[in-house]
């Protein structure tokens, strides 16, 4: 154990605590957003020099290893940082329109983001609950954050108890799985799965089994998704559009570390409860995503079914060369939070002030209204359909063929079935902005350019996420050196 | 120059399309002007291609082969042969008439028609050339997104029902292809260690058994449902009546046929003893398509309706023609393409500007030969061709599909044979009824062709009529395509039958379901 604390790489995660600290004692809203961009670029710079200036595999194990800093950590702090970005430039006008408490929520984003950064370097079972209730706890409130209105309110309420339940039931795995092993640490858990004994333990599975069920709520798998549209149609957008995003690939973050490396030992006992879950996740988002009226609960049912699409990519997990099922997560999480911090950022600003305009009807005649912002909602819907060339359509390719190349074919093929349900829904709001008459009024759309900036940036990116390619700017993600950056950081983590 | 001539013909377009989005709104004609100047060099460029194409080479010709994604063995792969000649030099001069037939057609949304129409030429020119797989899959999904749009703006009634129903249809079918394709890779991947899309690679590295089988009617499943084929053609008629008649005209004319060419290239190269075990189903599926759309066609009121079942039908016999697996038929199909692109698009666009003047129902019109003896001309002259009159370039390719189809399979071709009668009765029997008999009052004052709408039909009257005397320079750049292609087919089926009878029994009845 190393006992030297490497500053650099906690520095994003203090960065962001202190930001959210200070936040607290200003009121001016031009400086709560400075303040907040600022500290992220600042965040993102130190991950990115961190990352450059470390030797290729690198592993830094910090405070007695419940923290492990690699190139994955990296990969999702900086995913991480541009997801609350994004957000909070979308948000930029959206607060005040909303009157929203300003300053507490700048500063709950800040700190719930920096429980996020901690999931994915967290290498302790006590670590990764910490870390989800700091994500957590700030969420809630953030859901509830228009204090005025009814739905809101409610769905914070909601969210907090179904929350807290699964928070208890993570931690009754943690203690069943410490109980077997005699450790919480993942290394210990791995030394224990290793053994020979350990899948004949009921007491060691049965921990695993409820981990499992905590973490499928947290990025809702069906079947404990219930909390999903509710939350998602009464939160503001922005914050919608960030839950749907960052806390998706956080959660992810901490699901892939902890499978890959504390339990990867017994895959035959959880593989393929986790491909039901798939399945069943699938089904679940896009058959009740099909009879949605309102384009947020819609795209919550959305967002379920592409759990169950990224689920698929763990059971494709392995250590062996070659295998990129969790590499093929990666991308699709890159691929995933580009579209709907793009749609939740554009659906704010268009559904007019309290968000009276989400019906997908209400979007009737936008593409003559609109057309730059039918244009962006338009990739966002091919994306995340899966049509060439874009991000979403790459995302599924890697995915499909990681699951197909573990011998996972019926796995795939429903995949596909489901990527056929999704077509129509996804066609509908394409459908009614370019094909429909108008029909509501979009007069009061008065600090959309943000949002538009926002809408405009992902789906730039979207398409370049497709057809990039690496010759042209380095540092932007084109398919084929995104898939290749999402592969050193899975190939950290064994 | 001969390695990009493929890349420009893809991407000219492209680039025209995004300087038209670039020009302002209201200068309409300059905006029609553009795209049919960049139209028009396409078309000019396609048809050097006729020049310098050489037929005598076996294999692939302009062959470019550059990594796109190489660590996931993705390759940007285009090369031709005398097949998707025909389709590429269809495509880029049917272009600009569909251009100039929309010409005072469209009046709204000019900029976005003309750009849409451009990138759905040079989707389908894309998906005719790409080797690599996975770039066919990206271009054959492209088409969709113009056709999506054309359709759904500038359709006419039932438009977006229309749309809806061609776009889940068409994808459905393509996603099956995606994993079949995925599968095939990770087989490829499995046997040799690298990643691979392009088309040779996967053809080494051949299925077997029931996964061959499953991969083959993926594959299948996504053709059927592009090319027509009875009963995945249920959204053909809605989309050919919805879409104007310029779209109608290239996506009958053209993407349809890019289904039956992708049976052609892809799955029957590649699964070619599943596609012997589902050869008696597929050419059965083919015949009763043929005679069942052929009466649909006799029963319809509506000429755009009947013109759309009569196009599914000579679809089906082109599709009878791949599934036979014989020299003949195969030659015979791929001359059908152009035949049937030019006779049933030239049908479709004279329907255009009938409706233009006065609707599509045929009880509307009679007796107007007398006022539009050109139209009637020409109506009858490119509807000759559709029902395969000797002399004209419908006759060759139907009669060399028949012979073939006879040859594999004796009753089918025999059925399929009636075709013609039946092509001969729904035609003949709408013209009478639109063009003689009693003329109407109201039919009195309709105007001729003008001098825009002849320049649409003179050229394909003409190709119709040349070829028709001429096949010979035609057949001599598809014939040892084909040969290469199918001689490697029909060698595997046999030999997969020759060494496993019983396991070759067993898997047809699979294959069947």
Redesign the interface.
Known sequence: MNMEIHWLSIMPIIITVVAGLALTFFRTPALLGGISLSALALAAMTAGIDLIQSPAGFKRVLFHGVVTFDAYSHFFTLLLLGCAALTLVAAWAYFPREKMAQSEVYSLLMLSLSGMLILPAATHLITVFIAIEIMSIAIYALVGARRLDVKGNESSVKYFLLGAFASGIILYGIALTYGAAGSAHFDGLRAFAASPDAAKLPLFIAGIAMLIIGFGFKVAAAPFHAWTPDVYEGAPAPITGFMSTAVKAASFAFILRTMAVAFLPVKGEWVEVVAGLAVVTMFTGNILAFVQGNIKRMLAYSSIAHTGYMLMGLTALSNQEGAFGGAAILYYLVAYCLTNLALFAVIGFISKQGEKLTEIEDFSGLGAKFPGLALVISICM?SL?????TAG?FA???L??AV??QGF?WL??LG?IN??LS??YY??VI?VM???EPRADWSDTAGIVPARIVGVICAVMIIWAGVG?SSLFYMVPG??PL??WAKTSIASLF | MDQNVLSILIFLPVVAALGLMLMPNGSEKGIKGFAMVAALINAALALSLLGTFDPAKPGYQFEVNAPWLPNAGISYHLGIDGISLVLVVLTAVLTPVALLASWNLIKERVRGYNAWMLLLSAGMIGAVCALDMFLFYVFFELMLVPAFFLIGLWGGEGRVKATIKFVVYTLVGSLFLFVAILYLAVQHQAATGTWSFQLADLMATPLAGPAMVWAFLAFAFAFAIKSGLFPFHTWAPDTYVAAPAPVTFLVSGIMGKIGVYAFIRFAMPLFPEAAKMAQPYLMGLAVIGLVYAAWVALAQTDIKRLLAYSSISHMAVILLGVFALDQHAWTGAVFMFMAHALATGGLFLMVGMLAERKGTQIADFGGIAKTMPWMTTAFILVGMASIGLPGLNGFIGEFMILLGSYTSHNVLGAVATTSVVWGACYLLWSISRTFFGEEKPANAKLADLSLREALVIVPIALVIVYTGFVPQPVLSRIDPSVQSLLGPVNAAAAKAAASTPVAAEGESHAGGH
Not at chain 1, 385 to 389: E, F, K, R, V
Request: charged share 10%; net charge positive.
């Open positions: 091919a359909i899966g049509i060439p060339p359509f599924k390719y890697f499909f063929s197909i190349q074919a795939a093929v596909i990527s056929i077509v129509y066609l509908r459908v370019y094909f429909k390619a398919a084929q898939m290749a």
